[in-house]
């Protein structure tokens, strides 16, 4: 049973704008997960991004701050990611998972950043 399917990504301008959905169907207990978006930029380490507790606290990277946002959508069991200004250092493969990271992972959704 296939539980994280992330959508949303593609090839932006620097200084452009996505909003990325993660549907998470089959997960069991959803509103009292805290999710959490990752990213894997080619040659890198997947780092986490953002996350976003079951009571709506939110925490990012430093480096993504007052650019990406965080939300979720319980009873659609979808978390999103709405990311503005981006940068080609914003350049990878986004995921989405549970804040502890286990979950099966989805396939990602690619996010290309043009200069």
């Known amino acids: 049973q296939v539980h994280l399917v992330e959508s949303g990504g593609g090839l932006v301008q620097a200084g452009g704008s996505l909003r990325l959905s993660c549907a998470a169907p089959g997960i069991t207990f959803f509103t009292f997960k805290s999710m959490a978006w990752y990213r894997q930029a080619p040659g890198k380490q997947r780092e986490l991004v953002a996350h976003?507790?079951?009571?709506?606290?939110?925490d990012y990277i430093e480096s993504v701050k007052g650019r990406f946002t965080i939300s979720r959508d319980n009873a659609q069991k979808t978390v999103y990611l709405r990311m503005i200004s981006l940068k080609p250092e914003d350049t990878a493969v986004y995921y989405c998972?549970?804040?502890?990271?286990?979950?099966?992972w989805g396939q990602g959704t690619q996010v290309t950043v043009s200069s």
């Open positions: 976003i507790t079951n009571d709506l606290n939110t």
């Open positions: 998972n549970s804040r502890d990271g286990r979950l099966e």
